[in-house]
Each structure stands twice: as C-alpha cells, then as structure tokens.
C-alpha cells in the first residue's frame, strides 16, 4: 500500500503561483510514476501532469504547458507542482495520484492509490 499527503493548496489571485507537494510513504518502491489530477464542481476529474519515477520523464496536457512543471526528489519520495500564471479556470481540487506501472500516465485509469485532494483557487 502507498499513502499519499498533498499540501500546498490555497487562494492565489489570476497570475499568480501556487507549489502543491505529494509526500508518497508506504510501499514506495513499487511506484512507477506519480501526477497530478484536477476536478471542478460539476465536472470529471481531468489530467493535469505526471512524472515517471523511473526516468523523470514527464507528460503535460495541453492547457498547462508552458505553466505548469513537475517535479521529483526521489530521497523524500515527494513529487512536486509548480504552477505559475494561475488562471481562474484552474480552479479545482487537485489529486496525486501514484501508479504501479506503465499504462499511461495521462489516463486516469492507471493510478492505484490516490491523494485526499488539496484545493486551489484562483480569483479574477
């Protein structure tokens, strides 16, 4: 089993940046990558970013690009999320997620354990 502790959630003004942490503890070793999820009122859960624990290789979806970066420290078991240029459409709460293997990052369907969620909210 893998517990999952995010932190760094809050309020945070349209341009403005928020780093969001994922601690993993547990049976960390059997973690393939890890990412980020984001679901808004009345809306599915979406992707948002991910990262192979392996290689460090990392997967976007396309409104976060050029915004938002992921990030990993191996020896803490913590995987990170910077998120610059914030707008009110990021409004969400936002899951990790850690998955046991290779089945895609970006799909949702991958991911065996998952965060409480952390809330973020952007204001115009």
């Known amino acids: 089993q893998v517990q999952l502790i995010e932190s760094g959630g809050g309020l945070v003004q349209a341009g403005g940046s928020l780093r969001l942490s994922c601690a993993a503890s547990?049976?960390?070793?059997?973690?393939?990558?890890m990412g980020w999820f984001r679901q808004a009122p009345g809306k599915e859960r979406e992707f948002v970013i991910a990262i192979s624990w392996t290689d460090g290789s990392t997967y976007y979806a396309d409104s976060v690009k050029e915004r938002f970066t992921i990030s990993r420290d191996v020896a803490k078991n913590t995987v990170y999320l910077q998120m610059n240029s914030l707008k009110p459409e990021d409004t969400a709460v936002y899951y990790c997620g850690a998955a046991k293997a290779d089945n895609g990052l970006e799909y949702i369907s991958s991911y065996d354990y998952w965060g409480q969620g952390t809330q973020v909210s952007v204001s115009s």
């Open positions: 547990g049976d960390t070793l059997s973690i393939y990558g």
